[in-house]
């Protein structure tokens, strides 16, 4: 059966009407009440309808109701005689014999009737599976149908649209049995995914008929980037939504923390996405419209909850108020952000905040829970919000009042003493509110001789994008000069082969000219000279695209036609196409957004002839450099993309923490952030399309959008781990009661033994990890960690185990690292220490020698003798990031027998690197050296990063922490 898109239905009936009506007038009408003509025999139960039946139509009164009633009446004027039309009706009024009623109308038995057979039938989704019943009984049919936001706008319209091709159309009456006329389940998506596609080819065509195939099939190389199953963003988005406590994450893990919150800037940002991408183009009313009414109304609670009565919005991990401070840096620009965040997103929602803004919107004076009170949703379906938390300031100024978490977490917060910051986002290739002047113009400005030096000064190909900063700086001082000077002038006794360039012209002029004059081979500001004087273009570097941008802009301002456009447009494609890394996810858009101001420029102050010359050479340089250039840009663009089907703003792993420390993620993951998404596909690809005058082709579509309410609506509830980021992060930890194979493989070789084995350790039964090094030969490796998750706040890194030795050879030793990767070479690690055996016989003491800078230092003997458990236990501090505060500390049995400052790291220019903890310490290995003979016992060897450090004289594994383990089991928060 044929379905039809809301939006063609209504001009193909337009033809079917017509066919109606002529078949009305020249075949007459069929017989029965008020009828003439052919007649046509009744049968009891059944419905009949002809020219002379007086039908009243009723509706439940949404507007797509009344819509797909209007295009059912007018259908059925081709049954009609002499004119006649059907009446439209209420359900205040007395039943007419004769009704079609479309939607729930409880005042009729019928339409009830209707619902309940229509809820028998199955639908395993709310959404993406529609359903419609038509029913009838005496003179009257019911239409029933799903009635959620989206189906009210479509699932009926394909009723009424099967009704009339089963029913109607090509008929002069309708007879039909009584009971369920026609039912189906429309899987909404699919068809709309169709439709786009349909709509998608149509698009295509413009690019494959304009342009040259490898344009065509550069663009489309973009587009599979964001394409597939690998890419389902809409799901993504969806999954970041906690409907308890009203808003989006920013990440995934995130959203399982229960240390991290939604945020607005998220929750406005993925919605701002949507409307950027074009997954709503083709519907009238935007989100507020089409997102359900309960997600509606819980993400207007969440931005009037955490709204402060000083009109601002303040995140739950930041407190109120916020004090730029040691503590908060960058709180006061994270203020502003969300202040902006905020009301983008209530705008989008068709709402008003509680309290006027420091912006100027004006609040509703509702607050969060007197707004939930007029939704008409239960108590239970409103989110809740976590309370603000409570610390001081440098100053020891007490902010708002709040309460700890239930964990007891104290972040960083707020301070009342702070009532407005203003902060401006600057752009790379904007003019920095506090720039600060690369030369002083005024010497330049006594004569047009001084002023020619200008452009050397400034010096484009030196540093362009400070150059070009610099233009604009000065052009208000150039101007009023060059009114003052006037234009030059050389005299008569001058010949004109003498005469300077400058001619006749002002400073102004001159400056123009420079600009042009300025522009390197390949018309973009900025050139390396090589040895022979030659010109060398910038071939992949940006930083001569946005000082270009710059310039045009300024252009634009002063409202002048760049002349050297033609040129400049081929150097931002070559530039495009040539570039070999991208710095941030944002590159690949701002260089084709560059491109469109270059062509804004063009269009707005070109004549006639410069237009119409400067597009025939950008169609030619299309044609020659574009594919490669979206090649290119698709390519740059995949580096970011995650397996999670998003983007990050990190090549590897997740930038955990945002603004003012506000932690997004964990950092665990190689996972997407929403604030690096929206720097995906689609901005791009609108600057694309405009590049190369087509219409925008949408990465994502109307069927994109259903998919994200879909999973919308099927969320299930968060879980959240017990796990607190800030006190005791994830572990890693091998006890061999339980030993993860995942991460051993106990084996045996040529030249050792290994096994689980069961002993009597500290006087009870345990299993632990049994290695007998029979005799000298190939390095034995044990290996622990290289899946440790990292945690981005960590300051240490905790090493301990439990080891006891029953034999060891004379002069024998093994070797403990902590590490980032699994490696035998002392090169690669930054904690080295060996314990070594010290003489010959079996109860000989035992040394433990620290490494530091690959250099060894004082042995350390220690007391332990062969044949008993001892534990060892290393910590690690990062410090502040010098060797001379970073330190390693050495306990046996949980007494500190060393400290050493430094650390072994990366080998750079002037000594060695701290490793930070959350990139580098991921990894530990214990080697038995290959001249090695011995037997050992191994325990609980646990790898763990911390921001708590461990007291002096607890145990390797300290109770609190290990209560801390017995806890790590998920909740429902």
């Given at each position: 059966?044929?379905?039809t898109?809301v939006?063609?239905?209504?001009?193909?009936?337009?033809?079917v009407?017509?066919?109606?009506?002529?078949?009305?007038?020249?075949?007459?009408?069929?017989g029965?009440?008020?009828?003439g003509g052919n007649?046509v025999?009744?049968f009891?139960?059944?419905?009949?309808?002809d020219?002379?039946?007086?039908?009243?139509?009723?509706?439940?009164?949404?507007?797509?109701?009344?819509?797909?009633s209007?295009?059912?009446?007018?259908?059925m004027?081709?049954?009609?005689?002499?004119?006649?039309?059907?009446?439209?009706?209420?359900?205040?009024?007395a039943?007419s014999d004769y009704e079609?009623?479309?939607?729930y109308?409880?005042?009729r038995?019928?339409?009830?009737?209707?619902?309940?057979?229509?809820?028998?039938?199955?639908?395993?989704?709310?959404?993406?599976e529609?359903?419609?019943?038509?029913?009838?009984?005496?003179?009257?049919?019911?239409f029933?149908?799903d009635?959620?936001?989206?189906?009210?706008?479509?699932?009926i319209?394909?009723?009424?649209?099967?009704?009339?091709?089963?029913?109607?159309?090509?008929?002069?009456?309708?007879?039909?049995d009584?009971?369920?006329?026609?039912?189906?389940?429309?899987?909404?998506?699919?068809?709309?995914?169709?439709?786009?596609?349909e709509?998608l080819?149509?698009?295509?065509e413009?690019?494959?008929?304009?342009?040259?195939?490898?344009?065509?099939?550069?663009?489309r190389?973009?587009?599979n980037?964001?394409s597939?199953?690998?890419s389902?963003?809409?799901a993504?988005?969806?999954?970041?939504?906690?409907?308890?406590l009203?808003g989006?994450?920013?990440?995934?893990?995130?959203?399982?923390e229960i240390?991290?919150?939604?945020?607005?800037?998220?929750?406005?940002?993925?919605f701002?996405?949507?409307?950027?991408s074009?997954?709503l183009?083709?519907l009238?009313?935007?989100?507020?419209?089409?997102?359900?009414?309960i997600?509606?109304?819980q993400?207007?609670?969440?931005?009037?909850?955490?709204?402060?009565?000083n009109?601002y919005?303040?995140?739950?991990q930041?407190?109120?108020d916020i004090?730029?401070?040691?503590?908060v840096?960058?709180?006061?620009?994270?203020?502003?952000?969300?202040?902006?965040?905020a009301?983008?997103?209530?705008?989008?929602?068709?709402a008003?905040?509680?309290?006027?803004?420091?912006?100027?919107?004006?609040?509703d004076?509702?607050?969060a829970d007197?707004?939930?009170?007029?939704?008409?949703?239960a108590d239970?379906?409103?989110?809740?919000?976590?309370?603000?938390v409570?610390?001081?300031?440098?100053?020891?100024?007490?902010?708002?009042?709040?309460?700890?978490?239930?964990?007891?977490?104290v972040?960083a917060g707020?301070s009342t003493?702070?009532?407005?910051?203003?902060?401006?986002?600057?752009d790379a290739?904007?003019?920095d509110?506090d720039?600060?002047?690369v030369?002083?113009?005024?010497?330049?400005?006594?004569?047009?001789r001084?002023?020619?030096?200008?452009?050397?000064?400034?010096?484009?190909?030196?540093?362009?994008?400070?150059?070009?900063?610099?233009?604009?700086y000065?052009?208000?001082?150039?101007?009023?000069?060059?009114e003052?000077?006037?234009?030059y002038?050389?005299?008569?006794?001058?010949?004109?082969?003498?005469r300077?360039?400058y001619?006749?012209?002002?400073?102004v002029?001159?400056l123009?000219?420079?600009?042009?004059?300025?522009?390197?081979?390949e018309?973009?500001?900025g050139?390396?000279h090589?040895?022979?004087?030659?010109?060398?273009t910038?071939?992949?570097?940006?930083?001569?695209?946005?000082?270009?941008d710059?310039?045009?802009?300024?252009?634009?301002?002063?409202?002048?036609?760049?002349?050297a456009?033609?040129?400049s447009?081929?150097?931002?494609?070559?530039?495009?196409g040539?570039?070999e890394?991208s710095?941030n996810?944002k590159?690949?858009?701002d260089?084709?957004?560059?491109?469109?101001?270059?062509?804004?420029?063009?269009?707005k102050?070109?004549?006639?002839?410069?237009?119409?010359?400067?597009?025939?050479?950008y169609?030619a340089?299309i044609?020659?450099?574009?594919?490669?250039?979206?090649?290119?840009?698709?390519?740059?663009q995949?580096?970011?993309?995650?397996?999670?089907?998003?983007?990050g703003?990190l090549l590897?792993?997740?930038?955990?923490?945002g603004?003012?420390?506000l932690?997004?993620?964990?950092g665990?993951?190689n996972?997407?952030e929403?604030?690096a998404?929206?720097?995906?596909?689609?901005?791009?690809?609108?600057?694309m399309?405009?590049?190369?005058?087509?219409?925008y082709?949408?990465?994502?579509?109307?069927?994109d959008?259903?998919?994200?309410?879909?999973?919308?609506?099927k969320?299930?509830?968060?879980?959240?781990y017990d796990?607190?980021?800030?006190?005791e992060?994830?572990?890693?930890i091998?006890?061999?009661?339980?030993i993860?194979?995942?991460?051993?493989?106990?084996?045996?070789?040529?030249?050792y033994?290994?096994?689980i084995?069961?002993?009597?350790?500290?006087?009870?039964?345990?299993?632990?990890?049994?290695?007998?090094?029979?005799?000298?030969?190939?390095?034995?490796l044990?290996?622990?960690?290289?899946?440790?998750?990292?945690?981005?706040?960590?300051?240490?890194t905790?090493f301990s185990?439990?080891?006891?030795?029953?034999?060891m050879?004379?002069a024998s030793?093994?070797?403990?690292?902590?590490?980032?990767?699994?490696?035998?070479?002392?090169?690669?690690?930054?904690?080295?220490?060996?314990i070594?055996?010290?003489?010959?016989?079996?109860?000989?003491?035992?040394?433990?020698?620290?490494y530091?800078?690959?250099?060894?230092?004082?042995?350390?003997?220690?007391?332990?003798?062969?044949?008993?458990?001892?534990?060892?236990?290393?910590?690690?501090?990062?410090?502040?990031?010098?060797?001379?505060t970073?330190?390693?500390?050495?306990?046996i049995?949980?007494?500190l027998?060393y400290?050493?400052?430094?650390?072994?790291?990366d080998?750079?220019?002037g000594?060695?690197?701290?490793l930070?903890m959350?990139?580098?310490?991921n990894?530990?290995?214990i080697?038995?050296?290959?001249?090695?003979t011995?037997?050992f016992?191994?325990?609980?060897?646990t790898?763990?990063?911390?921001?708590?450090?461990?007291e002096?004289?607890?145990?390797g594994?300290?109770?609190?922490?290990?209560?801390y383990?017995?806890s790590?089991?998920?909740?429902?928060?």
């Amino acid at each position: 059966m044929k379905k039809t898109h809301v939006s063609l239905l209504t001009a193909l009936l337009l033809l079917v009407c017509t066919v109606f009506t002529l078949s009305a007038c020249s075949g007459g009408g069929a017989g029965g009440e008020g009828g003439g003509g052919n007649s046509v025999e009744i049968f009891e139960g059944q419905t009949y309808y002809d020219a002379g039946t007086k039908v009243v139509f009723l509706t439940d009164g949404r507007a797509s109701s009344v819509n797909a009633s209007g295009v059912l009446m007018s259908a059925m004027e081709g049954i009609a005689a002499d004119g006649f039309k059907p009446v439209v009706g209420s359900a205040s009024d007395a039943a007419s014999d004769y009704e079609v009623i479309i939607g729930y109308v409880p005042e009729r038995p019928v339409s009830v009737r209707a619902y309940e057979l229509l809820d028998r039938i199955d639908s395993s989704s709310p959404l993406a599976e529609a359903r419609y019943l038509i029913y009838a009984k005496g003179g009257t049919i019911a239409f029933a149908y799903d009635e959620n936001y989206y189906s009210d706008l479509q699932i009926i319209d394909f009723a009424v649209d099967d009704f009339i091709g089963e029913h109607v159309a090509g008929k002069t009456s309708i007879t039909i049995d009584a009971g369920e006329v026609m039912s189906d389940v429309i899987n909404l998506i699919d068809v709309q995914a169709q439709l786009d596609k349909e709509m998608l080819d149509d698009l295509w065509e413009q690019v494959s008929s304009k342009y040259s195939a490898s344009v065509y099939q550069g663009m489309r190389t973009y587009y599979n980037v964001f394409s597939g199953e690998s890419s389902d963003i809409t799901a993504w988005f969806a999954n970041l939504y906690d409907p308890d406590l009203g808003g989006f994450y920013a990440t995934a893990t995130g959203r399982d923390e229960i240390n991290i919150f939604p945020d607005i800037q998220s929750t406005a940002e993925i919605f701002e996405f949507i409307i950027a991408s074009g997954m709503l183009d083709d519907l009238d009313g935007g989100i507020a419209k089409y997102l359900p009414n309960i997600v509606k109304c819980q993400l207007i609670w969440y931005a009037k909850s955490i709204q402060d009565e000083n009109g601002y919005f303040y995140m739950t991990q930041l407190g109120k108020d916020i004090l730029d401070s040691e503590e908060v840096e960058g709180a006061l620009e994270r203020r502003e952000s969300d202040l902006r965040y905020a009301e983008s997103l209530l705008d989008i929602l068709g709402a008003q905040p509680t309290y006027d803004t420091p912006n100027g919107v004006k609040g509703d004076g509702m607050t969060a829970d007197q707004y939930w009170a007029t939704t008409g949703y239960a108590d239970e379906l409103k989110p809740e919000a976590p309370e603000y938390v409570v610390i001081e300031d440098e100053e020891g100024t007490e902010g708002e009042e709040g309460t700890e978490d239930e964990n007891g977490a104290v972040t960083a917060g707020l301070s009342t003493s702070v009532t407005t910051a203003v902060s401006k986002a600057v752009d790379a290739a904007a003019i920095d509110d506090d720039f600060v002047s690369v030369i002083d113009v005024e010497p330049l400005l006594e004569s047009h001789r001084k002023f020619s030096q200008y452009g050397r000064k400034v010096g484009f190909h030196i540093h362009p994008l400070e150059a070009a900063k610099q233009v604009p700086y000065d052009f208000e001082r150039i101007k009023e000069a060059s009114e003052d000077v006037g234009p030059y002038k050389s005299g008569p006794s001058v010949a004109d082969d003498e005469r300077p360039a400058y001619e006749g012209k002002t400073y102004v002029d001159m400056l123009f000219d420079m600009l042009i004059d300025m522009l390197n081979a390949e018309g973009l500001y900025g050139t390396t000279h090589t040895n022979d004087g030659s010109d060398q273009t910038i071939g992949a570097e940006m930083l001569n695209a946005y000082a270009f941008d710059v310039i045009i802009d300024f252009y634009n301002d002063q409202g002048l036609f760049f002349e050297a456009a033609s040129k400049s447009a081929r150097g931002l494609l070559k530039c495009l196409g040539g570039f070999e890394y991208s710095e941030n996810i944002k590159q690949v858009s701002d260089i084709w957004e560059i491109l469109c101001d270059l062509i804004d420029n063009v269009n707005k102050y070109a004549s006639a002839d410069e237009k119409a010359a400067f597009f025939d050479n950008y169609k030619a340089a299309i044609d020659e450099l574009g594919g490669n250039a979206f090649i290119v840009s698709s390519s740059r663009q995949s580096t970011y993309q995650k397996v999670d089907g998003g983007f990050g703003h990190l090549l590897e792993g997740c930038n955990s923490t945002g603004a003012a420390g506000l932690v997004i993620g964990t950092g665990e993951e190689n996972e997407s952030e929403v604030s690096a998404v929206i720097y995906s596909g689609p901005i791009a690809a609108r600057a694309m399309c405009k590049a190369i005058g087509v219409d925008y082709i949408p990465i994502y579509t109307e069927a994109d959008w259903l998919r994200f309410i879909d999973e919308l609506l099927k969320i299930d509830p968060v879980i959240k781990y017990d796990r607190d980021l800030y006190k005791e992060p994830p572990i890693t930890i091998f006890d061999f009661n339980e030993i993860p194979a995942k991460f051993f493989q106990v084996k045996s070789g040529v030249d050792y033994e290994m096994e689980i084995v069961e002993v009597e350790k500290f006087g009870m039964s345990d299993n632990v990890l049994y290695i007998n090094k029979l005799a000298a030969g190939t390095q034995t490796l044990v290996t622990c960690g290289d899946a440790l998750i990292q945690n981005p706040a960590a300051t240490m890194t905790v090493f301990s185990f439990d080891i006891m030795m029953t034999r060891m050879g004379a002069a024998s030793q093994m070797e403990i690292s902590i590490t980032n990767q699994s490696s035998t070479s002392h090169a690669d690690k930054p904690i080295l220490f060996l314990i070594q055996h010290k003489g010959t016989a079996n109860g000989s003491d035992i040394q433990i020698i620290p490494y530091h800078n690959r250099k060894s230092e004082k042995a350390i003997t220690i007391r332990p003798k062969v044949g008993e458990w001892f534990n060892i236990r290393v910590e690690y501090y990062e410090g502040t990031g010098t060797l001379d505060t970073v330190r390693t500390k050495y306990y046996i049995d949980d007494e500190l027998i060393y400290t050493t400052n430094g650390v072994m790291g990366d080998n750079v220019v002037g000594g060695y690197t701290p490793l930070p903890m959350a990139e580098k310490i991921n990894y530990a290995s214990i080697a038995m050296n290959m001249a090695l003979t011995g037997e050992f016992y191994m325990d609980n060897i646990t790898l763990r990063q911390t921001t708590t450090q461990l007291e002096d004289g607890t145990i390797g594994i300290p109770p609190a922490y290990q209560a801390y383990l017995d806890s790590l089991q998920p909740k429902t928060e």
